[in-house]
């Protein structure tokens, strides 16, 4: 079962991508509905940071977005985007 406090860390994992910030199934955690959504309406920006939060919260399971490809998001993200991602590399986790 996801602890609150884990919920809590994707969360804010989540809200420091400018593309899911606000996102209703960040703040209500649905993750398959993040994934579903990612998979079928989300941009690129929005699919490869749903990609790499899901991917935290995750590593094992195959999402229906896919997984995170750093080199796809070198030629894709913006330097907001690459922020986020390299503040999370200075002391990374998963769940």
């Known amino acids: 079962m996801d602890t609150a406090q884990e919920i809590g860390k ?4 989540a809200e420091t991508f400018p593309s899911l910030r ?3 199934h960040i703040w209500n955690w649905d993750p398959k509905a993040l994934d579903e ?3 079928s309406v989300g941009s690129t920006g929005e ?3 749903t990609q790499f939060v899901l991917g935290v919260w995750n590593q094992f399971k195959e999402w229906r977005c896919g997984r995170f490809n750093v080199l796809d998001a070198c030629t ?4 907001e985007h690459w922020e986020a991602f390299c503040a999370w590399a200075v002391d990374p986790f998963t769940l």
């Open 47 to 49: 699919r490869l940071s």
């Open 37 to 39: 959504w990612a998979a």
């Open 22 to 24: 606000g996102h209703p």
């Open 10 to 13: 994707i969360q804010e994992l």
């Open 76 to 79: 894709r993200w913006d330097r």
